[in-house]
């Protein structure tokens, strides 16, 4: 006899009838909650669908790759949810073992249509049965573990994740969904009482059915349709409560990955015509962040990891990512039309389409969206101080750890700075801060020192300009640290002793360097930067600068992602890169018994470790053996718990900087510790702002460990 079952058998022809009409009360409630996000979303400011699908099929395909891809890695393969343990083991477990009931349950539907319409389509027999059969019991029960580690994580509750009463109706609706399933099973095995492989194809039915052995088969017949009523009314409920709960994460979630800005460090620039025609710089309501910012923060399921990786909240400032993200999906939910914010973003920017009608909590399901989402919590807020603090904004060091960390990748990076925008653009930054963008704006540097000293530190040791050596290959952009300030002028000097040793075509802008103005746009200072870019734009462009070198990360990042936005194209690469290149090129040559420091440590910095995917080149450098590369390195680096992408940030990104911080919070402290645990005696370091920062941080506690950058323990090596 061929393996196989009825889809509804034992189920009377009414249920089935009420089954099917359940269902689509069931669709048309969960439709309507989609709907309702949908709206919500819809308040930003518009993205282009239409241009993703613009073109012929070969362009519609280039545009639209990246995000599958990003579904295919991080959604289906769950890419960025690996790697934590217990967490991620929960979360895989019960996405597989639910992807593959979701799939099996479609596909027994499909079976049961098409065989409805014409027997001969029916494909639930034979081997197909006995692979389908095995394939769900055994993933069910994987399923089932991912329920019970989530609940047993919830019984613990870490501190950074969130957690709500739909929590446990989530998780105790799906051990039930699993529990009466296996149970509708074991009573099916028993009243059907299927022989050979098709009672030996569900296993773990068949040990349930051992339960139910007693009853007669009518009786496990009864049972059989009671349970699969439960059954079903549970995963009804739970399709239906899908977009009030938590769970809504696995629709917003997906569509984030694919429609989300994948690009560490860059930011969307403002034009004076926005500015004019909106009446306002960056976002001050709710409706000003795009639809892709307002759709990710429904894809946040509070997991806490960013909170975990953040250096403010680490150092107890009033910051945490994933209240920002919270707190921005709350007041988009109150849809405050009233708010004078509100108001005037709708009087600035008629193109914003309306809000929709009716508060969310008087709709039909409301009692399910009180009971899912906050909605009353934030009843007519304005965005910012009553929603986001101003200290909150200042917080953040821009390094990028959150975005990093989170699994659906939300950006609370761009939300604070474009909020920063505003806030700066309404006067509300003061202080030492303001003063460096005075500063900047002034004299192109933050320190405010004379722009005719910024190639003082370059007297006597040969660096030439580009008026002296037109025909350079290579420029070398030294950045406002490394031309002002005394102990990044070592770095330079160094640098220069070793292009020199190396014998480098290269040149230096010399007083017609300006700040890159990394630090302006971070705070918000937008057109700032555009001033300070435009203007270094115009010096590069009247030397034909193609190739830049820097050693300082930020200067890196903002030549290499902000410049492009306004004309200016080069290639440029961090020192340790290029070190790294020219030992490997035997331009440089470690020598035999030169000084090397074993007990060493490497602190990557963020914009250059994270944001740029930069962090075997400087410990290649530092542990070069003599001699050459081909030998193994020199000796191994005491490495640091969070390190290369995983970083921590020492505190000064993102303007930070120029801001005073109290000294038992400051983040380079903290870093500073996590470093003196190595044992280490140096700390090398690749950044002007980290060799501050983390000399500051080191100081406070010890005074027998030297912090120095790549380019000075490669040049004391080389005896330069
Ligand atoms: S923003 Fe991302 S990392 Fe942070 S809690 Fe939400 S989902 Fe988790
Ligand atoms: S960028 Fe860094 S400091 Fe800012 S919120 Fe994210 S983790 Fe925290």
Not at 251 to 277: C, D, H, S, Y
Not at 476 to 485: F, K, M
Request: hydrophobic share 40%; with cysteine; charged share 20%.
């Amino acid at each position: 006899m061929i393996p196989t079952r009825e889809t509804f058998g034992n189920i009377p022809h009414e249920s089935v009838i009420v089954f099917y009409c359940l269902t689509v009360v069931t669709m048309a409630v969960f439709a309507n909650g989609v709907w309702r996000r949908y709206r919500l979303w819809r308040q930003g400011v518009p993205i282009s669908v239409a241009q993703l699908l613009a073109g012929n099929l070969r362009e519609i395909w280039s545009k639209l790759r990246p995000g599958v891809g990003r579904l295919l890695e991080e959604g289906l393969g769950q890419a960025r949810v690996r790697g934590r343990g217990l967490p991620s083991f929960a979360h895989i477990w019960l996405f597989v073992g639910f992807m593959v009931l979701l799939l099996g349950t479609t596909l027994l539907e499909i079976d049961h249509l098409a065989s409805g319409a014409f027997q001969a389509l029916k494909f639930h027999k034979g081997t197909y049965y006995v692979v389908y059969e095995f394939t769900l019991d055994v993933f069910g029960l994987l399923f089932l573990a991912g329920c019970l580690l989530f609940l047993w994580r919830r019984t613990r509750r870490p501190p950074s994740v969130g957690h709500r009463g739909t929590d446990w109706y989530v998780i105790l609706s799906f051990l039930a969904i699993g529990i009466t399933g296996y149970l509708a099973e074991g009573l099916r095995i028993v009243w059907q009482h299927p022989t050979g492989i098709a009672a030996h194809c569900s296993p773990v039915g068949l040990v349930v059915s051992g339960l139910f052995s007693s009853m007669t088969k009518s009786g496990a017949s009864s049972a059989h349709l009671t349970v699969w009523w439960i059954h079903s009314m549970l995963v009804f409920g739970f399709i239906a409560s899908l977009p009030y709960t938590r769970l809504f994460h696995t629709i917003a979630g997906p569509l984030n990955l694919f429609f989300a800005q994948p690009v560490l460090g860059r930011m969307v620039p403002v034009t004076m015509e926005e500015v004019e025609k909106t009446e306002r710089i960056g976002v001050s309501a709710i409706n000003h962040f795009n639809q892709q910012q307002l759709l990710s923060l429904d894809a946040c399921m509070e997991c806490g990891r960013c909170e975990e990786a953040c250096p403010a909240f680490a150092t107890e400032k009033p910051l945490s990512p994933k209240r920002v993200v919270q707190n921005l999906k709350g007041l988009m939910e109150t849809r405050s039309p009233k708010s004078e914010t509100r108001k005037k973003a709708e009087i600035r920017d008629p193109n914003q389409p309306a809000q929709p009608r009716l508060p969310f909590r008087t709709s039909v399901f409301g009692f399910l969206s009180g009971f899912g989402f906050r909605v009353s919590d934030f009843p007519l807020r304005a965005l910012h101080e009553e929603t986001i603090q101003l200290e909150t904004l200042w917080s953040c060091t821009t390094c990028s750890a959150c975005a990093r960390v989170c699994p659906v990748r939300l950006d609370p990076v761009t939300l604070i700075t474009d909020m920063r925008r505003n806030r700066l653009g309404e006067g509300a930054l003061s202080g030492t801060a303001a003063t460096a963008l005075r500063r900047m704006q002034s004299s192109g540097n933050p320190w405010g020192l004379p722009a005719s000293d910024r190639a003082n530190w370059a007297e006597g040791i040969g660096a030439p300009t580009v008026k002296e050596n037109p025909n350079f290959e290579l420029l070398y952009w030294v950045g406002c640290a490394g031309s002002y300030d005394r102990r990044a002028q070592r770095v330079a000097k160094a640098v220069v002793k070793l292009l020199k040793q190396a014998c480098v075509n290269f040149a230096i802008l010399g007083n017609e360097e300006r700040c890159t103005g990394d630090s302006a746009r971070r705070l918000g200072d937008e057109f700032l930067f555009q001033e300070l870019a435009q203007a270094n734009i115009a010096t590069l462009a009247k030397y034909n600068v193609r190739r830049i070198l820097t050693h300082c990360p930020h200067c890196m990042n903002s030549l290499r992602k902000d410049y492009p936005q306004f004309g200016g194209n080069y290639t440029v690469v961090h020192h340790t890169e290029f070190l790294e290149q020219l030992l490997a090129e035997g331009r440089l040559l470690v020598p035999e018994g030169g000084p090397r420091e074993e007990a060493m440590t490497y602190h990557d910095p963020c914009y250059l470790a994270r944001v740029n995917g930069i962090h075997e080149a400087p410990r290649n450098v530092l542990t070069m053996p003599p001699g050459g590369r081909a030998k193994p390195p020199a000796f191994g680096l005491r490495e640091m718990p969070r390190g290369r992408e995983k970083t921590f940030c020492c505190g000064a990104g993102g303007g930070r900087m120029w801001m005073e911080e109290e000294p038992q919070k400051r983040v380079c402290t903290l870093r500073a510790k996590e470093a003196l645990a190595t044992g280490a005696t140096t700390i090398a370091v690749a950044c002007p702002f980290c060799l501050t920062m983390i000399t500051d941080g080191v100081a406070a506690q010890t005074e027998s460990t030297q912090i120095m950058d790549v380019a000075e323990i490669l040049a004391a090596r080389l005896k330069l």
